[in-house]
């Protein structure tokens, strides 16, 4: 980045005062630096600045090769002790930069802000104006994006997040600042619009990448907030196969609950490029979700023997056991991956699961209130603090926190889902009926096809709901509809029953008992259902179906034949009895 | 029946027609792999008797892209042949013909099925949880395709069978017709129907292909519904349509004449089966039944020992073979095992689950009667001896509401068997719901009393209420009824007759009063008190100046 801006200041520069072809030895170190070989380079570039006699150029280059072999305080003091940061930006930019990889914070503001007090006129008068505008400006979001980082690391995001959208504003192809302000949550789905709409495209790019630019960065935009579809425009066709987009396009279909098919995209992607670092937590996610537990096992293993130094591969070790339910260790993984990227949301956000499963719910919401201060822009974790709070029976503070998810993300079905549960259980039937209404009109909105198995606890909500205002026809069908996304579950089998009970219709709701149990047998609901059920079905139901067979009423005449003969064809009988029993051993009874 | 006008027998069209189209359907079915369908046409095929120019046939054209795939079809075909279905389903992926495609979409389905069966333990009873991850996708797939209406009659075969094993039944029924109406040739998606089928009236609202094939379906439907005299009117109609040598009419005629009691008509029917195609198994285990009805046991031992000549693990032979078992009183257990190996080799065949359930109530093991009673009734809702069975089970387990529950259901599928009516009756009895009760039996009395326990059951019933002349009616009938029979239960007999005497004693009906008296005293248990009442008669009768 900053080599290209020095390029351009070295061709003004005036001749060397020695006979050394300088600007060859200076092409040669930039050709290590290309090579990575950053020892030679450093080598060169330090003879260089005593040849040159100290241009301010070599200099500069001298402590980027500093700076590229790990040497940061040598770099940063070379070029405080030559007054550099305070004369030059590119040089300013370098020192602090250097103070921000030691995590000496402070000390890299400090140079930054050292500026802010110098006095630019001085400066200016000594280049050529046009040529300064330039370079200022390029340095400058630079400049921004760095002071950004800092503040995030100092926790002073709103700070950063000002930074960062400077620096976006004054190079809109600035995709660290919009990366970070995006990935680490830091925005709201409104203020991202707002971010987008404000971005000087036209001013900044040709003609012909607005476009590009605008599809790709709103390609990167928030997508958990609601369903959607996904659409690439026409004339962006040629980039269909970049792995970004396929990426981002399999994302949408996570956050649609089309988890199949997120899966099969990541795992065609990941054949591919097996360790793209933007598609490895979606697949991990989605191997949660479809709990694949031995897949997630190989992947997380090959992650940390490849990568122990990052979050993304604790974090799938963590998941693993979350996902087979031994929370322990889950934790201290998770812990360990946050511990690597402090800012890294989803760590948090499933430390607070593995709590949260272990109905330790105090602890869980200390973990989701921390994801929720580092990720400002989502509404996961406050909706997941409302979620604990409403299973400690705590409905008030519940729906204060679902309020609060919903003004973050008021379009996210799940959060209206939940709105309209805690609704249910203050028993206002209407108002559950709305919000969940309201969600399954979202979710509906998306996908020209079938409801995706996720939101069968939606539809059985709205069933149940309908049924408490006492539209049983309406309840179900929500009921059936639940059923054919989401087949053979039990709860929705008894639901249906029950539904079948209010309506009067006992027979049926016998048959929808004796289904749920057949698949659950401890289900104590539909137990007692069935035994009322059946009660009542046997006591209403008529015998037979047809009732008009007649009573003997007047006694016929009594046939009696002679008393003798009667008795030989009794005895006769008794004896062929006997005899048959004694020849072939059968008994008779049991052929049926 | 006026309400079957709909349903009527086609007229068939001529021989060759039908056997060319059997024989398209036997290549149809078998280049996808529906082994039993592509049996069936064959089967069918070679019993007609027409001269079909086979030149024709063979050159029938293939669809163009079947040849385009032609090499990763015939791989597939071959694991497919091996039940390798893994293997092929990773073969035909992207594949675009539609024969292909459906091979990969049925290969994933038999290979989740095989899996099912294989990782299934060896108890009976459903599984601890369900796994259906991979019917799921699969109907997820298939629904995805159904809307843009790119599957064709095989593949909507399919869709109905796995939205049926997701007990989507209404959606599978609709997806099952819609299948028919497409491939009208495949039987095995009309049979799929058939199980589908509740009842008369769903069988008349549905929109079926006239095709002759319909025939035969109307045929089994009827069958299976109990409807056995329009049953046996359409096989009648196909034997003599040209298919009298078709061992599977000749089957189904045989099952009809067993069902309705016409022991001998299917016995011989059978034989005749057993001429034409000495080494089949299908309906043997209903053969065997009916050899054990009428006790013929020599033929029972040879039948049982061919099928187990002939294989050993089929899950007809399995029940054959238990049959002597009964006979000889083996233990029950080992009829048990042999179920349970009937089962394993195939977890659908309806008859093993209900016959395990019989034995595990001679075992005096309710709670696995009740799984396996209660598979049989998953399998096939109407099968009218499971809901019997279950109804039996609980009334040992004294829950007489359910059991009035179950036999009422029995009672549905066969509305003029006795059996199910007395057993219902017993029930109220013992509910206290006496009238009903009396309802019951009056009715059981009424459609032909099988075991004869109807009306005296009624009787004492009339007795316990104090309806004095009801009650003599009836043991009158039942008096009358054992005279004409005799057969009859002494105990009940001289209970009868003493009721009588007391009856007609106390009506002044002095004479018959004696003569019922006089039979008491045939008995042992009655002959003290009934000489007290033929010494009163005689008093009375004298005093009255006979």
Redesign the interface.
Known sequence: MAGDEVKIETSEKQPPPCNYNLPKLRERVKQYIDKHHYDSALFWADKIVSLSNGNVDDIYWYAQTLYLTGQYHRASRLLRNKKLDKTNTSCRHLAALCHYECKEWQEALNILDLVENNNMRQLTQSFNESHFDLVMKETEHSINLLRGKIYEAMDNRNLAVECYREALRQDVYCFEAFDLLVNHHMLTAQEERELMDSLPLSSQCPEDEIELVRFLYENRLKKYNKPKDFKLPDSLNILKDNMDVIVNLSERHYYNCDF?ECFKITSMVLQKDPYNSQCLPLHIAVLVELKKTKELFYLAHKLVDLYPNKPVSWFAVGCYYLLIEKSEPARRYLCKATTLDRVYGPAWLAFGHSFASDNEHDQAMAAYFTASQLMKGCHLPILYIGLEYGLTNNAKLAERFFSQALSIAPEDPFVLHEMGVIAFQNQDYLAAERYFKEALQKVQCVG???LV?KWEPLLNNLGHTCRKLQKYEESLEYHRRA??I???CPSTFSAIGYCYVLMGNNMMA?DYFH?AL??RRDDTFSTTML?NV??A???E???????D?????????????Q?GS??E??EE?ELADSSSMAI????MD??? | MADFSTCQVFELPNLIQIKTDLIRANKECSRRKLLNSAKWAAELSSAVDASVDYQQILLLQEPKDYYDEYDKFALASSYFDLKEYDRAVYFLQECSSSNNYFLYLYGRYLADEKRKVDNASDSIG?PDH?E?EHL??L??EL??KY?MKELDGFCLYLYGIVLKK???LK?ALEMLVEAVNYEPLHWGAWLELAVLIPDKETLLSLSLPNHWMKNLFLGHMYLELQLNEEALKIYQGLVDGGFSKSTYIVSQMAVVYHNMREIDMSVTAFAELQELDPYRLENMDTYSNLL??K?MRADLAHLAHRCCDIDKYRVETCCVIEKPL??I?IKTSKAVMYFQRALKLNPHYLSAWTLMGHEFM?LKNTSAALQAY?QAI?VNRRDYRAWYGLGQTYEILKMY??C??YY?QA??LR?NDS?M?VA??ES?EK?E?LQ??K??F??AH?IGDVEGMAIIK?AKL?ERLSEE??A??????Y??EA??Q??FN?EDLSQAYKY?AN?NFAQGQLD?AY??A??CT?FQETREEAKVIQYRTLEWMTVVGL
């Open positions: 199949r020209e096809q079938v198995e059923q054919i989401s087949p053979q016998v289904k057949g698949i035994t059946m009660e079905l046997m006591s139901m008529a015998p037979n179906d047809d009732d067979i007649p009573e003997f009423t007047i006694p016929g005449k009594l046939e009696i034949s008393t009667e008795k064809i009794l009988s072939e051993e059968v008994d049991n052929s049926d | 459903p369900l259906n799921k996708t109907k997820i629904s995805k809307i997701l007990d989507l959606e054990y009805i006790e009964l006979f009183k001679e209660r998953e509401h359910y009035l529950y009422r009672q549905q509305p059996r009516v219902l009756g109220y509910l719901r009903e009760a309802k019951c009056r009715k009424s009624l009339h002349t009801h003599a009616a009836a043991y009158t009938e008096v009358n005279n004409r005799g057969i002494p009588l009856f018959e003569a019922a006089q039979k045939e």
